[in-house]
């Protein structure tokens, strides 16, 4: 199950991820090759489910899709211990923006 925080405004979806739970999770997980992922480690986003994809509005899709490939340092582990990471961007008005998402085992490679 994947969540997601958009900046500062919590989006309610399937998935979101609240910082504070975070904090209190599990500090462990493993990735795609059973390897153990824990806060600080750097992991490859090798997948990101399609569905997870079409929960965010259209103009930030592009966004989430190129996060596949990419290397992301965990940032914390959510209330069901899975590693969240973090992608940052501007907008068109030149205004950060931010999402973090939680990842499943399937969808990242610890590097």
């Known amino acids: 199950m994947k969540k997601r925080q958009n900046g500062t405004e919590q989006v309610q979806y399937p998935h979101i991820i ?7 999770a599990p500090q462990a997980a493993v990735d795609c090759k059973n390897q153990t992922v824990a806060v600080g480690d ?3 986003v090798v997948n990101l489910d399609k569905r997870f994809i079409k929960s965010f509005p259209e103009d930030e899709r592009i966004l989430i899709e190129s996060m596949i490939g990419q290397f ?3 940032i914390a582990m959510d209330e069901e211990g899975q590693p969240c990471v ?7 008005r030149g205004i950060m923006q931010t999402h973090v998402i939680a990842l499943d085992a399937e969808d990242m490679e610890k590097i």
Do not use: T
């Not at 973090?86 to 068109?92: K, Y």
């Open 18 to 24: 609240y910082p504070e739970a975070a904090m209190s």
């Open 42 to 44: 750097i992991v490859r």
């Open 72 to 74: 992301f340092k965990v």
């Open 86 to 92: 973090m992608r940052e961007w501007h907008d068109e």
